[in-house]
């Protein structure tokens, strides 16, 4: 994938901006993805993940901090580039805390804006149109790109719902997460199934690439927390 062919959420109760900054994306190259209100702007951000969210903080529903801190909650690190009208530099000072890789304020100047996003996406993808390298850990090789996984040189199959918790893990070493916490995040924003969904799906991923699944060394049981994992 190149910069100019990822997606781009933008979260923006102003329509004109919206369709204005939209439209100029998509001349850019991107693909867009649009929301009016914070809960959508969420909820999109954690089922669609997006390359890049544009977010505006004064929005319907829940605020663009709120959005901001939900998503980083929910172990999301998709680069966030803010568009505000609060420009004071405690808001800018809040903003970067809570996870924002950028901050704009409004009224802002298109190309600059264009511009910055281009930034963030460099910084964040500096392997841009160039393949990554594979992610590694034990015997088990994945490319995240050609979402493919071998172990031990030996391909390994797996459903779109295990390479995506998988993917997760990998995103995330080290980090314990609650049932809770990696059915949004794998699963999405608007699942709905029960929490025990998850150890079914760990059993598998150990099965997979554990040496041993019954004394597991890279998919862990946080005991009364839920789930983490170790390279």
Same mark, same amino acid.
């Given at each position: 994938?190149?910069?100019?062919?990822?997606?781009?959420?933008?979260?923006?109760?102003?329509?004109?901006?919206?369709?204005?900054? =939209?439209?100029?994306?998509?001349?850019?190259?991107?693909?867009?993805?649009?929301?009016?209100?914070?809960?959508?702007?969420?909820?999109?951000?954690?089922?669609?993940?997006?390359?890049?969210?544009?977010?505006?903080?004064?929005?319907?529903?829940?605020?663009?901090?709120?959005?901001?801190?939900?998503?980083?909650?929910?172990?999301?690190?998709?680069?966030?580039?803010?568009?505000?009208?609060?420009?004071?530099?405690?808001?800018?000072?809040?903003?970067?805390?809570?996870?924002?890789?950028?901050?704009?304020?409004?009224?802002?100047?298109?190309?600059?804006?264009?511009?910055?996003?281009?930034?963030?996406?460099?910084?964040?993808?500096?392997?841009?149109?160039?393949?990554?390298?594979?992610?590694?850990?034990?015997?088990? =090789?994945?490319?995240?790109?050609?979402?493919?996984? =071998?172990?031990?040189?030996?391909?390994?199959?797996?459903?779109?719902?295990?390479?995506?918790?998988?993917?997760?893990?990998?995103?995330?070493?080290?980090?314990?997460?609650?049932?809770?916490?990696?059915? =949004?995040?794998?699963?999405?924003?608007?699942?709905?199934?029960?929490?025990?969904?998850?150890?079914?799906?760990?059993?598998?991923?150990?099965?997979?690439?554990?040496?041993?699944?019954?004394?597991?060394?890279?998919?862990?049981?946080?005991?009364?927390?839920?789930?983490?994992?170790?390279?």
């Amino acid at each position: 994938m190149t910069e100019k062919t990822r997606r781009i959420l933008v979260v923006e109760d102003d329509l004109s901006i919206l369709t204005g900054l =939209s439209m100029n994306l998509r001349f850019e190259g991107y693909e867009v993805l649009q929301a009016q209100d914070g809960r959508t702007g969420l909820a999109r951000a954690l089922d669609d993940a997006p390359d890049l969210m544009v977010l505006d903080l004064m929005l319907p529903e829940m605020n663009g901090y709120e959005v901001l801190k939900e998503l980083r909650q929910r172990g999301r690190d998709t680069p966030v580039v803010v568009l505000s009208a609060k420009g004071m530099e405690t808001d800018k000072i809040l903003g970067l805390n809570l996870g924002a890789d950028d901050y704009v304020v409004k009224p802002f100047g298109l190309q600059e804006l264009l511009a910055r996003i281009k930034a963030v996406l460099r910084r964040r993808y500096p392997t841009a149109g160039a393949a990554a390298a594979p992610v590694t850990f034990g015997d088990v =090789s994945v490319d995240m790109a050609a979402r493919t996984v =071998s172990r031990d040189g030996k391909p390994v199959e797996l459903t779109a719902q295990e390479f995506k918790l998988l993917a997760h893990f990998l995103a995330h070493p080290g980090r314990t997460f609650t049932r809770e916490e990696l059915l =949004s995040g794998a699963w999405g924003y608007h699942y709905e199934g029960s929490a025990r969904t998850v150890d079914n799906f760990m059993r598998q991923l150990r099965l997979k690439f554990e040496p041993d699944p019954e004394e597991p060394r890279h998919f862990l049981t946080v005991r009364g927390l839920g789930y983490r994992f170790e390279r």
